[in-house]
């Protein structure tokens, strides 16, 4: 039997970034398929002859409830299997560092090295073991982390005959750009509840997002040669400096925490003609979000009046909301989550909000409710990505907690009795 430490580093391996700017629809890299496939021939493996992959790269399984267990609601763990494109995961060369304090050389040729006092939260891995790369990819624990907790507590479960109710598993593509949820198949899928594994730190779960919409700005300007320009000339770039200056500046990604909303200028391209702006609108506070959204039309408009109609054109789009408006009325999932991390050892589970979405956010809108559990990465999007591996294998016993029928007997049929 593999460990859950093996399952990441083998996972680690396989090229699975999805792409902003890759074919249309899902998946958006035809690469993510190598995982999935991988996946499916893993799950065959274990006995389970109904995985497969459908058209659109999303990974299903079930397994059906052991006798006596029928009466349990179906469980759904799902996780992505896609990296993310902000840094590359090709050739990662993932590998195990017992972390003694200090500063980690993750690549001393290169030197390439992870500093302590950049990164704090290392004194709480101190005497472990961490699984990190070479410093020179990232490590993909966002989300292969989470998958290799499910699958490791899924061989385990089957191995030792362990019983549970009915589990609905999924992995899904293109999270990492917004797309995980896109064709996913609720119906099919047959779950009653489910909870992403796609978490940080393996203490802490989360069960409210940001409201989101992403905001597409459009300047145009007049160019003429700089030697006449006087009175002529409009700077659709000095426009848009401009606009992005209507914009409160201190609420940015980089001066903002917690609760705390944010417009963040994700993109500017242009030249004196015309330049396009790609913003994200993040607040969990529905009325903060429909402020800022306020706000930006605002800035619009004045824009136009000081330069005439039509120098900027704006389009706000919703991406989601914060799946806590629809749980709020289902806590007793969210109760269950505490308790198995409880029982898996963790003595005082934490809940932070997500400054970003998941899978969950969206699928919880679409009528699976879905709350998100930690699956043991930190430092995600960069080189200095790791897991410890103790904490990986708490993660597998916090699954295997949450599906064992006693708990769930315990909290949610009792809350539905």
Do not use: W
């Amino acid at each position: 039997m593999d460990r859950v430490e093996q399952r990441l580093m083998r996972y680690a391996k396989v090229y699975s970034e999805s792409d902003y700017y890759g074919q249309s629809g899902t998946p958006s890299a035809q690469r993510e398929f190598d995982m999935a496939h991988l996946l499916v021939s893993e799950l065959h493996a274990l006995g389970i002859d109904n995985a497969f992959c459908d058209a659109h790269c999303y990974v299903y399984a079930t397994l059906p409830a052991t006798p006596g267990c029928e009466h349990l609601p179906a469980i759904g763990l799902i996780a992505h299997l896609d990296t993310t494109p902000d840094m590359t995961g090709n050739h990662v060369k993932p590998q195990i560092i017992h972390y003694e304090g200090g500063d980690i050389v993750l690549n001393q040729a290169e030197n390439i090295v992870m500093e302590a006092a950049m990164f704090p939260e290392l004194q709480k891995f101190v005497g472990q073991d961490l699984v990190c790369t070479d410093g020179t990819t990232l490590l993909g624990a966002d989300d292969k982390a989470g998958i290799a907790i499910i699958m490791q507590a899924v061989e385990e479960l089957l191995a030792e005959q362990a019983p549970h109710g009915k589990l609905c598993i999924g992995f899904t593509p293109d999270e990492e750009i917004g797309r995980g949820a896109s064709n996913f198949d609720v119906a099919g899928f047959g779950a009653d509840f489910a909870y992403t594994l796609d978490g940080g730190d393996i203490t802490d779960y989360e069960y409210e997002t940001f409201n989101a919409a992403m905001a597409e700005v459009q300047v145009s300007g007049f160019s003429i040669h700089p030697g006449t320009a006087k009175d002529k000339m409009k700077n659709a770039l000095l426009m848009a400096m401009e606009f992005n200056a209507l914009l409160p500046a201190l609420e940015t990604p980089g001066h903002t925490e917690g609760y705390e909303g944010f417009f963040h200028l994700q993109e500017l391209h242009g030249k004196v003609e015309s330049a396009r702006m790609v913003y994200i609108i993040r607040d969990h506070s529905m009325e903060r979000f429909l402020q800022r959204k306020a706000t930006v039309s605002k800035a619009a408009k004045q824009m136009n009046r000081r330069y005439g109609e039509g120098t900027v054109a704006l389009r706000v789009q919703d991406q989601y909301y914060n799946m806590y408006e629809v749980l709020k009325d289902h806590m007793e999932i969210v109760a269950l989550a505490e308790a198995a991390m409880k029982a898996a050892g963790i003595a005082h589970p934490t809940h932070s909000p997500i400054r970003g979405g998941t899978d969950g956010c969206m699928l919880t809108y679409q009528g699976l409710l879905c709350p998100n559990l930690p699956s043991a990465g930190h430092n995600a999007h960069g080189r200095f990505e790791y897991a410890p591996v103790e904490s990986l294998r708490t993660g597998v016993k916090t699954v295997r907690h949450l599906v064992s029928p006693a708990l769930v007997e315990s909290i949610v049929l009792k809350k539905e009795g």
